[in-house]
């Protein structure tokens, strides 16, 4: 395969990767190519089994044409969200359809990077074993809670700093890689993304901030983390660690954080801080728990709730200052916090807010919780999309016999 029928493939499988679906014509007006490029690619495709052809419209009216569909199972990746007391992967076919989801909760302090690697393999063995043996599984996608270092040999395989696991410069890529190379036999390319950046781009992309020109996507779980979205691009700074919004100043005269700092945003609308404020112990309760007690008529837990979503709308006016965006993401216990007190939030956001900002839209993912492991699929994706001529030398594949 020469360099620009890769490239050509490349677009083709970018186009029926994001659609699903779509016409021989549609795919020459999405690539830039030629009608006889394409056909040549659809049938390279079809050999290889990840697409086939069949009658059918796409958004048409009139003749039905031959539409090129993709095969879900044919090709899938793995995606694993992984956090501090549980983990949920998914596995996600071409075309971006769910094919299994997995989720599992543990101990908290349980992080050793070894331990939550074994996990991994473990719930990956699980879901490779539920799925048909003819699946080319092409690559793992890891959303960690933490900086991840963009530089490195292979890239993304460091984390550089994820304060709620206690890790500093862990390659867990390399760990992960090995532990799966044990129990499969073949090495599955891993990168690991920053989960609020996965988040935002699977959003971005697919679900709440689809056609938005900027974004901010927060997650809310032990830490707040927060990917951002500016003129289409996620923003990723000098060295790649953009984004750490959990971590900006907040309250001087604030609690510590696991970060070192003082009053960061994070000790203001954490999770384990809504359940504290309540009176209660994050060992015993959940941030769940408390907005139930708080909508139940418990006082405490109601000026916790109440607290917390005028820190989130504060907060919240400062980015929405510095970036404009058009869409803003709250997701994991802030969409709960949103669902609950949106007066609260958006009466604190517009307080603070400068003129031209106060068109913005507070919204909860499209995807629920699955944002990131949504996203940390697309990323699993990312490499065979950029470079197909990968899928004709199949020996890295992961296999299950
Ligand atoms: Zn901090």
């Known amino acids: 395969m020469t360099g620009s029928e890769g490239a050509g493939l490349s677009r083709v499988l970018r186009a029926l990767h994001a659609n699903g679906a779509a016409t021989r014509s549609d795919l020459c007006a999405k ?52 956090r501090v007391d549980n983990s949920t992967a998914i596995a996600m076919g071409f075309g971006g359809r769910i094919l299994r989801r997995w989720m599992k909760e543990h101990r908290r302090g349980a992080t050793d990077p070894y331990e939550v690697a074994a996990r991994i393999v473990t719930g990956t063995t ?20 933490g900086v991840i270092d963009p530089g490195g040999a292979p890239p993304r395989s460091i984390v550089h700093r994820a304060p709620t696991m206690g890790w500093v410069d862990v390659d867990f890529g390399a760990i992960v890689r090995a532990a799966l190379a044990e129990q499969f036999g073949s090495q599955l390319p891993v990168l690991l993304g920053n989960d609020a950046n996965l988040g935002a781009m699977a959003e971005w992309t697919r679900g709440a901030g689809r056609g938005s020109r900027s974004m901010v996507f927060i997650s809310g779980d032990v830490g707040i983390g927060g990917g951002i979205v500016v003129d289409g691009a996620l923003m990723t700074g000098a060295t ?59 006082r405490s837990a109601q000026e916790a709730t109440i607290g917390a979503a005028r820190a989130v709308g504060a907060g919240l006016a400062s980015i929405v200052n510095v970036v404009n965006p058009d869409v803003v993401v709250l997701a994991g216990h802030l969409a709960g916090l949103l669902e609950e007190y949106r007066h609260t939030v958006m009466e604190e956001l517009r307080f603070t807010l400068s003129r031209q900002n106060t068109d913005v839209q507070v919204v909860a993912p499209a995807f629920g919780a699955d944002s990131i492991v949504i996203g940390a699929a697309e990323l699993a994706f990312e490499p065979t999309l950029a470079d197909p001529s990968r899928l004709f030398s199949q020996d890295w594949l992961l296999r299950t016999e």
């Not at 907040?250 to 609690?255: E, H, I, R, T, V």
């Not at 203001?268 to 015993?284: L, S, W, Y």
């Open 31 to 82: 690539t830039g190519l030629n009608r006889s490029t394409v056909a040549s690619i659809v049938t390279e495709l079809t050999e290889l089994g990840v697409v086939e052809e069949g009658a059918g419209a796409v958004g048409g009216v009139g003749r039905p044409s031959l539409v090129v569909s993709v095969v879900p199972d044919s090709m899938a990746v793995i995606g694993w969200d992984v």
């Open 126 to 145: 699980e879901i490779v074993e539920e799925l048909p043996d003819h699946v080319l599984w092409v690559g793992m996608g890891l959303a960690m809670p």
């Open 240 to 298: 790649g660690f953009a984004g750490e919004i959990g971590h900006m100043r907040f309250d001087a005269a604030g609690g510590p954080c696991r970060c070192g700092a003082i009053g960061c945003w994070e000790t203001a609308i954490g999770a384990e801080t809504i359940v504290r404020a309540a009176g209660m112990d994050p060992a015993r309760a959940t941030v769940e728990d408390i907005y139930a007690a708080a909508r139940s008529g418990d």
